[in-house]
């Protein structure tokens, strides 16, 4: 189960990239395009959502395993927003710096 969420998030990291160097072949270095963008602040507001989606199941859940699980998956989904925070600046774009 877990080898399937760190897979499935390596794909979706990679598919990030793959649009982001495919949007910059016809563009200045830094330069995005609007949908690159949207693209990247759409990311980060998943991200936001799903960091606390995650620490709220740590803390409300009642089931066992859900907390373990959340325990064990939020410092992965905090490294995958902190990437798409990453992407954000280099796009000049800002889905809410500063939350968590």
Do not use: C, I
């Amino acid at each position: 189960m877990r080898q399937h969420n760190v897979l499935r998030a390596a794909v979706a990291v990679l598919g990030m990239l793959a649009v982001l160097a495919y949007g910059a072949q016809s563009r200045q270095p830094g330069q995005f395009s609007t949908d690159d963008r949207s693209f990247v602040m759409d990311a980060a507001q998943g991200g936001m959502k799903e960091v606390q989606m995650g620490k709220l199941a740590q803390e409300k859940g009642q089931n066992g395993e859900l907390k373990q699980f959340a325990s064990q998956t939020v410092p992965t989904l905090e490294e995958h927003l902190k990437m798409a925070r990453d992407l954000e600046g280099a796009s000049g774009k800002s889905a809410g710096k500063g939350r968590k």
